[in-house]
């Protein structure tokens, strides 16, 4: 028999309970580091971290998709903007998610502070580490929310009530974050040999997508009343610095930024590391697309995230290989002969499953309509760029849902150039701005060795050239630039949840969702009441719920 007194068994630390002063030896903030790492993929649905359903579904570049509008209906209120409200559950859950990596970063800067480097001799190399890394939590909480509240390491949890989401201006905001990137820029150096670890050229790159979105400034209403040069040419230098390194550049063909065998790439910068097999009880699998996957028997769920049509057209090119800027929308392209038939960029079919043509590049996986959850209400387009083949060794069902282990690109390099061109032409240098949009086009009409049938044979008449000033378009001058480079964006990086946030940052996300409210509610009755509200709808209103854990101290975005 064993007997123990009551004192002995009071004394005892229960095993599985970390206790605080536990979580200070070199090892364990090492530990903690990496935990600050792992809150980029902390997700599941509704409240992704993922920005798709922010930035697309809110854009005019895809249907919410799944189960008719009311499956995963908070998404729905997201894409038709007219009903939307403060108390929306995903989006508390998105602020959540958001200051629960900033608590992570916060304990673990706080332990890193109080550790010598003599005890740990990584330990600058990790506060800009994490410091870039809460960064990032902040600039997306900002892009969403535009007036959130600032905490950092050296703020005693119970001043936490004390912070309001106004106490820093939008300007200041943007300074607070600029100032960690700098920070973890002017602190980091060369890649390593550790995956997805921080290194100098990712802050510079962050750094350069930060001041980007500050130079658009705005008024309290969320209108863009200037643009500051001063960050704009720090913009240009920035992407300068990281092109001159030589670590990265354009892949020969588009397909490989969107395939597992070929991530980590000299295009991907900065990427969400997903893995398999790996100790944990599913791996840490891309969940943002989990439930982006068809309705066959491959795969299982649940169809959400569909390419709108408006998106689809915007493919069609002239019989120049150029953008048809204003009637691309007359028309709808939908079958394997209208991509035939009609000249089109092949980034289409690089971003959008098209039933009767191969899925991800498998000549013998043929996308059908039946594929798709619910095609009466959203369509019988899906969205390719997040998903994989169901034989891919990184592919894994998690019942009823599935993902894969392929990275998710937070920065690439296409997107990087992309900014660089549009700091020229705001600056007012757009012809230094074409050579590098035309680099972006010329990879895009190289990028068609993948779109092949099962005879070997296009499945697209793609046809997608650069632009030649005087020859194949009108003179290079600042308004047709600008309208070249959004246009370059869009097709580029369509469904990665990037186009509402350009459009906020252009000033023009409420004239442009509106537009597309017009035509494509013809296309799909549900849209039929759905309006932008300009001034209010460039940003989500702050959850009603942190507003009452405040204690009215946050207060609430124009026009909420």
């Given at each position: 028999?064993?007997?123990?007194?009551?004192?002995?068994?009071?004394?005892?630390?229960?095993?599985?309970?970390?206790f605080d002063e536990q979580l200070n030896t070199p090892e364990n903030i090492e530990k903690m580091v990496i935990s600050v790492y792992s809150a980029l993929g902390n997700e599941w649905?509704?409240?992704?971290?993922?920005?798709?359903?922010?930035?697309?579904?809110?854009?005019?570049?895809?249907?919410?998709?799944?189960?008719?509008?009311?499956?995963?209906?908070?998404?729905?209120?997201?894409?038709?903007?007219?009903?939307?409200?403060?108390?929306?559950?995903?989006?508390?859950?998105?602020?959540?998610?958001?200051?629960?990596?900033?608590?992570?970063?916060?304990?673990?800067?706080?332990?890193?502070?109080?550790?010598?480097?003599?005890?740990?001799?990584?330990?600058?190399?990790?506060?800009?580490?994490?410091?870039?890394?809460?960064?990032?939590?902040?600039?997306?909480?900002?892009?969403?929310?535009?007036?959130?509240?600032?905490?950092?390491?050296?703020?005693?949890?119970?001043?936490?009530?004390?912070?309001?989401?106004?106490?820093?201006?939008?300007?200041?905001?943007?300074?607070?974050?600029?100032?960690?990137?700098?920070?973890?820029?002017?602190?980091?150096?060369?890649?390593?040999?550790?995956?997805?670890?921080?290194?100098?050229?990712?802050?510079?790159?962050?750094?350069?997508?930060?001041?980007?979105?500050?130079?658009?400034?705005?008024?309290?209403?969320?209108?863009?009343?200037?643009?500051?040069?001063?960050?704009?040419?720090?913009?240009?230098?920035?992407?300068?610095?990281?092109?001159?390194?030589?670590?990265?550049?354009?892949?020969?063909?588009?397909?490989?930024?969107?395939?597992?065998?070929?991530?980590?790439?000299?295009?991907?910068?900065?990427?969400?590391?997903?893995?398999?097999?790996?100790?944990?009880?599913?791996?840490?699998?891309?969940?943002?697309?989990?439930?982006?996957?068809?309705?066959?028997?491959?795969?299982?769920?649940?169809?959400?995230?569909?390419?709108?049509?408006?998106?689809?057209?915007?493919?069609?090119?002239?019989?120049?290989?150029?953008?048809?800027?204003?009637?691309?929308?007359?028309?709808?392209?939908?079958?394997?002969?209208?991509?035939?038939?009609?000249?089109?960029?092949?980034?289409?079919?690089?971003?959008?499953?098209?039933?009767?043509?191969?899925?991800?590049?498998?000549?013998?996986?043929?996308?059908?309509?039946?594929?798709?959850?619910?095609?009466?209400?959203?369509?019988?387009?899906?969205?390719?760029?997040?998903?994989?083949?169901?034989?891919?060794?990184?592919?894994?069902?998690?019942?009823?849902?599935?993902?894969?282990?392929?990275?998710?690109?937070?920065?690439?390099?296409?997107?990087?150039?992309?900014?660089?061109?549009?700091?020229?032409?705001?600056?007012?240098?757009?012809?230094?701005?074409?050579?590098?949009?035309?680099?972006?086009?010329?990879?895009?009409?190289?990028?068609?060795?993948?779109?092949?049938?099962?005879?070997?044979?296009?499945?697209?008449?793609?046809?997608?050239?650069?632009?030649?000033?005087?020859?194949?378009?009108?003179?290079?001058?600042?308004?047709?630039?600008?309208?070249?480079?959004?246009?370059?964006?869009?097709?580029?990086l369509a469904l990665e949840g990037v186009r509402y946030f350009d459009l906020v940052r252009w000033g023009i996300a409420a004239e442009t969702v509106n537009e597309y409210f017009t035509?494509?509610?013809?296309?799909?009755?549900?849209?039929?009441?759905?309006?932008?509200?300009?001034?209010?709808?460039?940003?989500?209103?702050?959850?009603?719920?942190?507003?009452?854990?405040?204690?009215?101290?946050?207060?609430?975005?124009?026009?909420?």
């Amino acid at each position: 028999m064993f007997i123990t007194s009551c004192d002995d068994f009071l004394n005892d630390k229960p095993k599985g309970a970390v206790f605080d002063e536990q979580l200070n030896t070199p090892e364990n903030i090492e530990k903690m580091v990496i935990s600050v790492y792992s809150a980029l993929g902390n997700e599941w649905f509704p409240y992704y971290i993922s920005l798709w359903p922010y930035g697309d579904l809110r854009s005019g570049d895809s249907y919410k998709g799944g189960a008719g509008t009311g499956d995963v209906g908070d998404w729905n209120l997201f894409e038709t903007f007219v009903y939307m409200r403060d108390n929306v559950g995903a989006i508390d859950g998105r602020w959540y998610q958001g200051y629960k990596a900033i608590s992570r970063a916060n304990n673990a800067l706080a332990r890193l502070n109080n550790i010598t480097s003599s005890e740990l001799p990584t330990r600058d190399i990790r506060i800009a580490e994490v410091r870039f890394l809460r960064a990032h939590f902040y600039f997306e909480l900002k892009i969403l929310f535009k007036h959130i509240p600032y905490i950092d390491e050296t703020v005693p949890t119970e001043e936490y009530v004390n912070i309001s989401n106004v106490e820093l201006t939008d300007k200041e905001g943007w300074a607070y974050i600029i100032g960690e990137f700098r920070h973890a820029a002017e602190s980091l150096g060369e890649p390593s040999d550790e995956l997805g670890r921080i290194n100098k050229w990712m802050a510079k790159a962050y750094l350069a997508k930060a001041l980007l979105y500050a130079a658009y400034e705005q008024d309290e209403k969320n209108n863009v009343v200037s643009i500051n040069r001063e960050k704009l040419n720090e913009v240009i230098s920035l992407i300068d610095e990281v092109i001159a390194s030589g670590k990265y550049g354009l892949s020969n063909d588009f397909a490989y930024n969107f395939l597992w065998a070929n991530q980590n790439g000299k295009e991907s910068i900065f990427a969400i590391q997903h893995s398999l097999s790996d100790g944990t009880e599913f791996g840490r699998l891309d969940f943002g697309a989990m439930l982006n996957y068809p309705m066959n028997s491959e795969y299982g769920c649940c169809g959400f995230h569909s390419p709108s049509q408006n998106l689809v057209n915007a493919y069609k090119t002239d019989e120049n290989g150029l953008p048809l800027f204003d009637t691309f929308n007359h028309t709808s392209i939908s079958t394997p002969a209208d991509m035939l038939n009609n000249n089109i960029d092949p980034r289409l079919l690089h971003s959008v499953a098209i039933p009767g043509l191969p899925y991800k590049y498998d000549p013998g996986f043929v996308f059908h309509e039946t594929w798709t959850r619910q095609p009466e209400t959203y369509g019988a387009y899906m969205s390719l760029k997040e998903v994989e083949l169901p034989d891919c060794p990184c592919f894994q069902k998690v019942l009823p849902f599935m993902s894969s282990a392929k990275n998710r690109d937070l920065i690439r390099y296409d997107d990087l150039i992309l900014w660089k061109a549009e700091a020229l032409i705001e600056v007012g240098r757009e012809t230094e701005a074409l050579p590098v949009i035309n680099s972006i086009r010329k990879r895009a009409s190289n990028s068609t060795g993948f779109l092949v049938d099962a005879n070997g044979k296009a499945t697209g008449k793609f046809n997608v050239v650069e632009y030649k000033p005087g020859e194949n378009c009108p003179a290079w001058d600042k308004a047709f630039a600008i309208t070249a480079l959004r246009w370059e964006r869009r097709l580029e990086l369509a469904l990665e949840g990037v186009r509402y946030f350009d459009l906020v940052r252009w000033g023009i996300a409420a004239e442009t969702v509106n537009e597309y409210f017009t035509a494509e509610k013809s296309r799909r009755t549900y849209l039929n009441e759905a309006k932008c509200t300009k001034n209010r709808d460039e940003y989500f209103p702050i959850p009603k719920a942190q507003i009452d854990f405040s204690k009215k101290l946050y207060q609430q975005n124009y026009g909420w």
